[in-house]
């Protein structure tokens, strides 16, 4: 894997130079992350309604548990989608 650096050199994804191998891989997963929520909007939608019904004037009653299936499924499926993409 190489790293981009300014003025548009590249060099080998090194020890030393990890920091910016890093920032390279999180804007590529960043840059993926609409086709990943295009793929999954049936999903992202399911769960936005069950966070909207659950917070819908009672702020105060949100538990994590409360919409765990939604996200388990749209975990699942932006992983899947994210594996297609490679």
Same mark, same amino acid.
């Given at each position: 894997?190489?790293?981009?650096?300014?003025?548009?050199?590249?060099?080998?994804?090194?020890?030393?130079?990890?920091?910016?191998?890093?920032?390279? %891989?999180?804007?590529?997963?960043?840059?993926?992350?609409?086709?990943?929520?295009?793929?999954?909007?049936?999903?992202?939608?399911?769960?936005?309604?069950?966070?909207?019904?659950?917070?819908?004037?009672?702020?105060?009653?949100?538990?994590?548990?409360?919409?765990?299936?939604?996200?388990?499924?749209?975990?699942?499926?932006?992983?899947?989608?994210?594996?297609? %993409?490679?």
């Amino acid at each position: 894997m190489t790293a981009d650096v300014e003025g548009g050199a590249t060099f080998p994804c090194r020890e030393a130079m990890a920091s910016a191998c890093v920032w390279r %891989r999180s804007r590529e997963r960043l840059a993926s992350f609409g086709q990943q929520l295009t793929e999954c909007r049936a999903e992202a939608a399911a769960y936005g309604k069950c966070v909207a019904a659950a917070v819908s004037g009672r702020p105060q009653e949100v538990k994590r548990e409360l919409c765990a299936q939604e996200f388990q499924a749209l975990k699942r499926c932006f992983s899947s989608a994210a594996k297609n %993409r490679k």
